[in-house]
């Protein structure tokens, strides 16, 4: 499931790249304003869930002060990518089904399987792809090649 919602989440990036600064940042009226806002709640939430699973419990979700551009996205994204990978490993096969306790943004206590926060963050990532995909459109860019799920089962053969 990482494997394929990092390359999901090259694939968006990639159909970012061309945008100008204006398209980047425009207004769209959804439920994050603009493809920027978007982008970063899509990598936020994945930060707040690893927090969590480092026995963090953040009480807000990072901005998109901090990502002017998709070169920022992309270089912070791809370094926790890597954080995410290792913490994996670590946990290994039979750590999936271990339950973490940790407490919402709301600071409400929550408790689940490691395998099921995972699938969120999969999940999670592709809804606002889809709308990603769909501002895209709106501005009268090129959306991103495939991000189904089948499409990077193809892919990799």
Not at 98 to 105: A, Q
Request: net charge neutral.
């Amino acid at each position: 499931m990482l494997d394929y919602h990092y390359w999901a989440r090259d694939r968006l990036l990639e159909a970012l790249e061309p945008l100008t600064p204006e398209q980047f940042n425009r207004d769209l009226g959804s439920s994050f304003k603009s493809i920027r806002e978007t982008v970063v709640h899509i990598y936020a939430a994945e930060w707040a869930w690893h927090s969590r699973w480092q026995g963090q419990s953040p009480t807000s979700l990072m901005t998109s002060d901090a990502f002017p551009d998709v070169v920022a996205v992309r270089r912070a994204w791809t370094d926790h990518e890597a954080k995410m990978r290792a913490f994996l490993d670590a946990l290994g096969e039979n750590g999936v089904t271990r339950v973490f306790d940790y407490k919402v943004l709301s600071g409400q206590p929550g408790s689940s399987p490691f395998w099921q926060m995972l699938q969120h963050v999969v999940n999670h990532a592709s809804y606002h792809r889809g709308q990603v995909t769909t501002m895209l459109r709106q501005i009268g860019a090129q959306p991103a090649k495939s991000m189904d799920m089948i499409a990077y089962y193809r892919s990799e053969g």
